[in-house]
């Protein structure tokens, strides 16, 4: 299970290092090939999301299934472990949802960068008219 957690843990740092990438500024030639580049990561790399779809699913299977430690019945080292296994829970729900945010921006700033190439060769080509 840990290792679903480091893949995640590792894609979602790829994704901000991909979108710092893409909002730092650089020439446009630079620029073009990096949004190039990141375009084609961006079409095998959508797997992610419903990797991170099936994780909060279990996420909430599991929370929906946990044995509830709320009673004085309970001791000391079960409340603990009751609590850990809550805050992970929550750290992971984060983690998923972060990935599925930062592959939209990612995927987003491709699209409105190229877009934005399209627009300036159409303004280009009429003033040469």
């Known amino acids: 299970m840990a290792l679903q957690w480091l893949i995640l843990t590792y894609v979602v ?3 901000a290092a ?7 500024p650089a020439p446009n030639v630079l620029k073009s ?3 190039s580049l990141v375009s084609l990561v961006l079409q095998p ?3 992610i999301v419903p990797f991170a779809a099936f994780q909060l699913l279990d996420i ?4 929906e299934h946990r044995q ?3 009673s004085e019945a309970c001791t000391a080292t079960e409340r603990d472990r009751y609590e850990k ?3 992970k829970s929550q750290k992971n729900v984060i983690l998923c ?7 939209w921006c990612v995927y987003r700033m491709c699209k409105y960068y190229k877009e934005l190439q399209k627009l300036e060769e159409a303004v280009k080509k009429y003033k040469e008219e």
Do not use: P
């Not at 991909?18 to 730092?24: D, G, I, K, P, Q």
């Open 13 to 15: 740092a790829a994704e």
């Open 18 to 24: 991909l979108a710092l990438l893409l909002t730092v």
């Open 33 to 35: 090939r990096i949004v």
């Open 45 to 47: 790399a959508v797997g």
């Open 60 to 63: 909430y299977w599991k929370s």
């Open 68 to 70: 509830m430690c709320t």
């Open 85 to 87: 296994a809550v805050y």
């Open 97 to 103: 949802a972060g990935a599925c945010l930062l592959y």
